[in-house]
């Protein structure tokens, strides 16, 4: 049996964040009306093209996302572009640059992003099944049959994080080390996997990693892993430039704030009827900046060097 660091605070955050959540903005359903840009706006690269960017959690990731960037394109009548970033900071530093229009990110990235100039907002965030609200678990995890049962066992092992700008793979697990008396840096030798599934692997051989954190969805997929703890991380934001013209923005945000897979069958894309997709995707539920306080509240307990960018 595992225990959960799930603390009553950020419960209360994730309930009330739908609350405080924006409401779906209306917008003209005429495509064709976003072409025009305002006086001042831009594009990552020109009024007919959305740039959607990511970073890679897993070998899957573009095709978990193609169902969703095409009824994107054509509820917009624009053409959208997969952007991959190699890692967080490349996203981050895309953000900043302006070169991308939509994204998802983590919600420390969208944090650190918004830290060094990135002019975005949040509109939404996924959900995996029905009845879920917003959020995740970060779980801390150990080999099948490890003698390792809870985070004080990490002290002294090789310990798989995924990537040092990553919500539930770097920052809250430090979080929870520093907790109990452990250096993230100092008091384990950490190993950086660069992707969710790349860490549960290693954990899973134990070879280069004894122990290790990754996100829920990942950790599923294994049974050569077993959690030791988990915390609720913040789910992690749908944004939309605030640099597009305003009324492009709105209709994003009608398009993708609130949309279930059913919604996104029924308007023809028939690759959101799949086992992967519905693994993946279930709906999208609105979140705001507030919603993620409690990760600059960490940001700052911690003094994360990864915070600041």
């Given amino acids: 049996m595992y225990t959960r660091t799930l603390t009553s605070a950020l419960a209360l955050l994730g309930a009330g964040a739908l609350a405080l959540g924006l409401a779906g903005c209306s917008a003209p359903a005429d495509a064709n009306d976003g072409g025009v840009a305002d006086a001042g706006s831009s594009f990552a690269v020109d009024e007919n093209t959305l740039v959607f960017g990511v970073v890679p959690d897993s070998v899957d990731t573009e095709t978990n996302y193609q169902p969703l960037m095409d009824y994107l394109a054509q509820e917009t009548g624009k053409n959208v572009e997969y952007h991959e970033s190699t890692d967080y900071a490349a ?48 779980q801390a995890i150990v080999p099948a049959g490890s003698d390792i049962t809870d985070l004080a066992g990490f002290e002294g092992k090789k310990v798989c994080f995924v990537d040092p700008s990553s919500t539930s793979g770097y920052l809250f697990p430090s979080y929870n080390l ?36 990754a996100e829920d969805s990942e950790v599923a997929k294994s049974d050569r892993v077993e959690i030791v703890a988990e915390t609720m991380v913040p789910g992690a934001p749908i944004v939309v430039s605030n640099t597009l ?14 949309v279930t897979i059913d919604d996104i069958i029924a308007a023809g894309i028939t690759s959101a009827d799949s086992d992967g997709f519905r693994s993946v995707f279930f709906e999208t539920k609105p979140v705001d900046d507030a919603y993620y306080d409690t990760i600059r509240d960490i940001c700052e307990k911690t003094d994360a060097e990864q915070c600041q960018g």
């Avoid at 229009?101 to 995996?128: C, H, K, L, Q, R």
């Avoid at 008396?181 to 070879?207: L, M, N, Q, R, Y």
């Fill in 245 to 258: 013209p305003e009324e492009l923005a709105a209709q994003i945000t009608d398009v993708l704030g609130e």
């Fill in 91 to 138: 996203l981050i530093e895309a953000a900043v640059a302006g070169k991308i229009d939509v994204a998802s990110f983590s919600g420390f990235t969208y944090v650190t992003a918004t830290n060094n100039g990135a002019e975005i907002t949040p509109i939404s965030s996924i959900v995996t099944a029905e009845g879920q609200e917003p959020g995740y678990f970060s």
């Fill in 178 to 213: 520093l907790n109990e008396g452990i250096d993230p840096e100092a008091d384990v030798t950490p190993v950086f996997a660069g992707k969710h599934d790349v860490s549960v692997t290693k954990v899973g051989e134990g070879v280069e990693c004894e122990a290790g954190f």
